[in-house]
């Protein structure tokens, strides 16, 4: 859609872009169409789509796929959405926050379109990334991909090539692959937000796969994030069930320095160490 498309409609329905949604239209049809392309979109897939506003990703996914269910939380957009949704049969809009889905209700959706997998392409608002991610790799069933347009920043964390791991591209690299597809500039939305943006996608996301205790490995995790400025060693030993002795110990099979910081240590390391420590 371009910006006159944009505004037209918005005035047509009497609506206005929320800035606490984070609603920003994408004004660049490439960049549609390569996140459609980018997700593998093909006839025999159910793609969830998250926020659809005005419908301009919809229309595209609903060319390509089975079926598309649209999760808007705001009502405002019933009437376009609907408009839209007459015309593509193959639409289904839900008017529900997106984080209080559960995951049977989701199996009642899967189950009433007769399909067991799923995708994900969305162009999600900002402030919903890192709990939006966080919850479907944990999600059951763990979609197939997930093809999201989230903020620059957040996808070079997620990413880690730096190598300064953070809690949100943890969530993803224990339980699959990431990579940015392509930035985005600001220019290319309207209202224009304040940063740029990437397309990321995540793929080969698998439900937990490893021996040691899922809850078990998050909490280590959390408590060696506790104080980002401490060592690893100091926040772990916050847990009144880890003694110093077991720690080194660890440490030392895996050749970590005394001196490490929870943002060095790689998904495999945390895996390891929470083996080393929960061994039966």
Known sequence: MTKEEIKYLLQRYDLTPNKLRGQNFLLDEEVLGDIVAKAKVTQDDLVLEVGP????????????????????????????LEKIAKVNN??????????????KKWQDILVQHQKNSYKIVANIPYYLTGKFIQRFVAFDPV???MTLMVQKEVAQRIEAKDKKMSLLALAVQLCGQVEILRLVSKKSFWPEPKVDSAVIHIFNIKKWPYQVEEKKTWQLIKRGYAK???????????????????????????????????ENLEAKFWIKLAELLYKK
């Open 143 to 145: 979609p197939q991909s």
């Open 90 to 103: 193959n639409i289904s809009l839900q008017w529900q926050d997106i984080l209080a889905l559960s995951p």
């Open 228 to 262: 980002k400025r401490k060592k690893l060693l100091n926040n772990l030993l916050s847990d009144p069930n880890l003694d110093k002795d077991s720690l080194l110990k660890a440490f030392q099979k895996m050749g970590l320095s005394e001196n490490v910081r929870a």
């Open 53 to 80: 506003g005005l419908g301009a990703l919809t229309q595209k996914l609903a060319l390509r796929a089975e079926y598309v269910v649209a999760f808007e939380i705001e009502k405002s957009f019933k009437t376009p």
